[in-house]
C-alpha cells in the first residue's frame, strides 16, 4: 500500500487506544509503520535493484522482526537521552510490532505482493483484494480521523464542553477499513469464480486473477491465460451485472520460434520471469535481428503513471542473444 494509507493506519491505531500502552506510541507506529518502504529506494539503482530489492527483504517476516527491533531499539535509546522520551522496552517492543504487522498485513492485500519468507523462499505472496493506493481504505481512515476534530471545533464554537479526542472516530473508521476487505474478499472470490467458469475464444483458462478497480468496488479487473492468449476483462458484480468474456481484450501469444527460444533462456528472462505471473511475449524484427519483450499482463489494466518492468532481448541474425535488459515501461501493451 502508499505511504499515506500506513501512515493514516497508524495514527487511527494510536488514538483507537494503543497510545494508553506506551508513551510516544503514536510515534513508535509510525515509525515501524512505514520502516519498510525505505526498500523503495532501490528505485533509484534503476528496475534490476527494484526487482530485487522492493517488496523483498524489508517485507519478509525475517525483515520485519529485525524493523521492529530496530525501532524499539531506537526509541528506547533515545529516551534514555530524554528522559520525557522515556519508554519501556516491552510496551515498546509490543507498539512496533503492531506497527510493523499490520504494514506487511496491508501490503499483502494488493497484488504487488511480497516476499513472505525470504531469504528462505523466493516465492511471492499476493492477495490480490486490494489496490497499491485504494482510495476507498483512504477515505475511511481519513473520515474517521479527521470527522472528530470538526466536531470539536464546532462544539468549541458554541461554547460546548469538547469531547475526548477522537478515538471513538479512530475505532469506527478501523472496524470500516476490516469490514470493506473483508467484503472484497468475497467479492474477489466471485471474480475468480466467473473468470474461471468460462471459455475465451473457445480456450479454458489455465490461470485466472482479479484485481479490484480503484473507481468502484463492483467491477474487478480480470487477467486470464489460455493456451493461446491472455486476456484482460472487466469483471461486473454489481446487481443485475452479466458477464461477458466475449468483449475481452485479447493479448495473443507469439508464435514459437528459435528467437523467443533463446530469449526466454536468457538471465534477465529467467530473472524477470520469477516473478512475473501472467507473462506475455512479444517478437519484432529490428534491423539484421530481433527484439523480444516480456510484460507481466497483471499490470495491463494499471493506472498511468504506474509503471512496471519489463524485460527487453536483443538477437541477432542468428538468433542468438547480443544484449538484456530490464526497463521501466508503461503498463498497457497499447
Not at 497508524?10 to 510515534?27: C, E, F, H, V, Y
Not at 497484488?111 to 505472496?125: D, T
Not at 478497480?213 to 452479466?242: F, H, K, M, Y
Not at 508464435?255 to 538471465?267: H, R
Amino acid at each position: 500500500m502508499d505511504p499515506v494509507t500506513h501512515a493514516l493506519t497508524s495514527i487511527a491505531l494510536g488514538r483507537a487506544g494503543l497510545n494508553r500502552i506506551s508513551r510516544m506510541a503514536t510515534p513508535m507506529l509510525l515509525v515501524s509503520g512505514l520502516a519498510a518502504d525505505v526498500d523503495w529506494a532501490t528505485r533509484l539503482a534503476g528496475p534490476r535493484a527494484f526487482l530485487h530489492g522492493h517488496r523483498t527483504a524489508t517485507h519478509s517476516l525475517v525483515g520485519t522482526v529485525a524493523l521492529v527491533v530496530a525501532a524499539t531499539a531506537g526509541f528506547w535509546i533515545a529516551g534514555r537521552k530524554v528522559p520525557k522520551f522515556a519508554v519501556n522496552i516491552f510496551p515498546a517492543l509490543l507498539i512496533c510490532a503492531i506497527g510493523a504487522g499490520l504494514h506487511l498485513l496491508l501490503d499483502l492485500l494488493n497484488g504487488y505482493g511480497v516476499k513472505l519468507m525470504w531469504p528462505f523462499s523466493a516465492k511471492w505472496y499476493a492477495w490480490d483484494i486490494a489496490d497499491a493506493v485504494d482510495a476507498w481504505i483512504i477515505f475511511f481512515l481519513l473520515a474517521g480521523l479527521l470527522l472528530p476534530e470538526l466536531f470539536r471545533l464546532v462544539l468549541e464554537e458554541i461554547g460546548s464542553k469538547p469531547r475526548k479526542r477522537g478515538q471513538r472516530g479512530a475505532i469506527v473508521s478501523l472496524v470500516l477499513v476490516a469490514l470493506f476487505i473483508a467484503g472484497r474478499a468475497v467479492a474477489h472470490g466471485r471474480a475468480i469464480a466467473l473468470l474461471d467458469s468460462r471459455e475465451y475464444r473457445g480456450q479454458a483458462p489455465l490461470e485466472v486473477a482479479a484485481f479490484p478497480q480503484p473507481a468502484t468496488p463492483l467491477i474487478w479487473s480480470g487477467v486470464v491465460e489460455t493456451d493461446i492468449a491472455v486476456v484482460n476483462v472487466n469483471v461486473p458484480l454489481g446487481p443485475g451485472a452479466v458477464f461477458d468474456p466475449d468483449v475481452a481484450e485479447v493479448h495473443f501469444k507469439p508464435e514459437e520460434s528459435l528467437a523467443l527460444k533463446n530469449a526466454v533462456k536468457s538471465a534477465t528472462a529467467v530473472e524477470f520471469l520469477s516473478y512475473v505471473r501472467f507473462p506475455l511475449a512479444s517478437v519484432e524484427p529490428r534491423g539484421d535481428g530481433f527484439e523480444v519483450r516480456l510484460r507481466d499482463m497483471r499490470f495491463a489494466s494499471e493506472l498511468p503513471g504506474r509503471r512496471g518492468i519489463i524485460a527487453v532481448i536483443h538477437l541477432n541474425a542468428q538468433s542468438l542473444v547480443i544484449d538484456e535488459r530490464l526497463e521501466f515501461d508503461a503498463p498497457s501493451m497499447n
